[in-house]
């Protein structure tokens, strides 16, 4: 059974568009599948920075605690 999935259009960098080709070309696989598999691979981290982002928000106070803390590790 196909997974639905939602298209997104971006602007790439010169750089990055030049890699994406390049992949694209020595691997034979499409430029929005490359795009689209290296989201997948950093959404993990994703997820992370908007749990951080929420705790600045929400808890100040915490996200000043979690930053001492870290600084000492």
Do not use: C, H, W
Request: hydrophobic share 40%; aromatic share 2%; glycine share 2%.
């Amino acid at each position: 059974m196909a997974t639905s999935k939602t298209r997104v259009y971006v602007t790439l960098s010169d750089q990055v568009n030049r890699l994406v080709e390049e992949l694209s070309t020595v691997t034979g696989t499409p430029r929005a599948t490359i795009v689209s598999e290296m989201l997948d691979q950093v959404a993990p981290v994703l997820e992370t920075m908007i749990e951080a982002i929420r705790i600045v928000k929400e808890q100040p106070r915490e996200a000043q605690r979690l930053m001492a803390n870290f600084g000492a590790e």
